[in-house]
């Protein structure tokens, strides 16, 4: 049997000086794959459950009621291990687990969005053309919109009628019910279509939904496939045309969150961005036993797909007075729990895709199971928009994340001038938090399915637990 050689110094030198990142799989530590599993049946529940900012909110109280957690009262005495949330307008969810330690000492919190691209429905949508029923649309969030076109659809939300009654609308997820479509053009009629820009393709006015065709009853007259379709939604919704006025009513995809490859190693869904970090860091609090040290503290915000503006959005001063009651709870000064704070804006970012290799800087690229990425700025061209770490916070979270054998990477989004992005790491960085971006690499981002790797979807979870308790 041949002696095993000794290592040259060249090679370590290398070992000793070099960072050459590996994949995940490559260093899992023993019995995690059967972890991973485990989370990821959890996580795709909640993807199916979940496909607004409405049904997140629900499901995840659920499941932190499940675990012992209560609506907060504003003006109670809260004592370590206290487990509290507030709902907030049914659309964003705040919680915390109370710590050892004073507000004064900071939190730690980790901040990701539930909404994400979808079709709304216009306030004035149900018309009929050529004896079809169509309802008109206006798209929410960045979307490449003849991804749109010619998949099944699911038409959810909410809609109040004009007695102030809040029906709840979910159609098309359940065994036998009926699903909807946007139409595009047939390749022998596309001629001039197929000469357009990628944008332009299929234009917003044409991303209507198509619901029916069958007319109402054998009387001679005009729109009677739209009556016979508002006949329908008043039988099941009690609803008349004057309702879509006060609705909220959303296309969605239908399809489940399923795995994806012969392997089964990746996850294929809607609405992963961002309701995969989301998952995480409901999950790592929700898990918490007793008292962390410092108070954990969980925001899942709406509106990040279009600013992170409105009452429900990240810039709305409802995280500013839930973190305040807090504090009050407690003789805590807000500004002082700011300043010591740290939050972990946890939102995805862009996977390396080897179809689409032009698009991307392959040294500073995030790749599919070598774990949670950080990301120590997004914005756009010369960083508009970011909030940028400083040093000292990505070294405080790598060193956090090494003790704690969470597998890691570092990237940005894409090439310096090919586009950007942003998070809501900004909207934290401006009120004197601390903040760095985290989260899952993502393949096929703002599509109607996205697809991440099992694995980095674990280490977000468990990048997040290791946070809560540091």
């Not at 900071?106 to 539930?114: K, N």
């Not at 008292?291 to 409802?318: F, H, N, W, Y």
């Not at 040093?391 to 597998?407: D, H, L, P, S, T």
């Not at 090919?418 to 899952?440: E, F, H, L, P, S």
């Amino acid at each position: 049997m041949d002696e095993k050689k000794e290592p040259t110094l060249l090679q370590q030198r290398k070992k000793d000086l070099f960072f050459a990142p590996t994949n995940g799989y490559d260093r899992l530590a023993p019995g995690e794959e059967e972890d991973i599993q485990a989370y990821c049946a959890g996580y795709k529940t909640f993807l199916d459950e979940g496909k607004t900012e409405r049904e997140c909110v629900d499901y995840a109280i659920g499941l932190a009621e499940a675990a012992g957690f209560r609506p907060l009262v504003r003006g109670e005495k809260l004592r370590p291990g206290d487990k509290v949330y507030r709902n907030n307008r049914g659309k964003s969810l705040l919680l915390a687990v109370i710590g050892q330690e004073s507000l004064n000492q900071g939190a730690v919190i980790g901040a990701a969005h539930i909404d994400s691209p979808r079709l709304d429905l216009k306030q004035n949508p149900l018309y009929e053309e050529k004896e079809m029923a169509y309802c008109k649309t206006h798209y929410y969030g960045g979307i490449k919109k003849y991804q749109w076109t010619t998949i099944p659809l699911a038409l959810h939300g909410v809609v109040v009628r004009r007695d102030g009654t809040v029906v709840p609308v979910r159609i098309g997820e359940a065994p036998g019910d009926p699903q909807f479509t946007v139409g595009d053009l047939l390749p022998h009629l596309a001629g001039d279509q197929a000469k357009k820009t990628m944008g332009s393709i299929v234009s917003a006015e044409q991303l209507n939904l198509f619901v029916g065709s069958r007319p109402f009853g054998t009387e001679e007259g005009s729109d009677r496939v739209k009556l016979a379709m508002l006949e329908i939604l008043q039988e099941k919704y009690g609803m008349v045309e004057e309702d879509f006025l006060s609705a909220e009513l959303m296309a969605v995809p239908a399809a489940k969150a399923v795995d994806i490859g012969l392997d089964r190693s990746v996850i294929g869904a809607y609405g992963q961005d961002d309701r995969v970090c989301a998952y995480a860091c409901l999950q790592a609090l929700l898990e918490l036993e007793g008292a962390p040290r410092l108070t954990g503290v969980c925001v899942l915000a709406d509106k990040e797909e279009i600013g992170s503006l409105g009452v429900t959005g990240m810039q709305s001063a409802a995280f500013d007075i839930f973190m305040s009651d807090l504090c009050d709870s407690q003789g805590a000064a807000l500004k002082a729990c700011y300043e010591n704070a740290f939050c972990l804006s946890a939102d995805v970012t862009a996977a390396y895709d080897p179809n689409f290799a032009e698009a991307y800087e392959v040294r500073n690229s995030a790749f599919l199971n070598y774990g949670v990425c950080l990301s120590k700025y997004t914005g756009a061209r010369g960083k508009s928009g970011a909030s940028d770490a400083s040093a000292e916070v990505v070294g405080k979270v790598r060193r956090i994340f090494e003790e704690n054998q969470v597998i890691w990477q570092l990237a940005e989004l894409g090439k310096t001038d090919q586009g950007g992005g942003g998070t809501v790491a900004c909207y934290m960085a401006n009120r004197n938090i601390d903040t760095i971006d985290a989260g899952v690499p993502v393949l096929s981002m703002h599509a109607p399915f996205e697809t991440t790797a099992k694995l980095d979807c674990y280490m977000t979870y468990k990048a997040m637990k290791a946070l809560y308790t540091h």
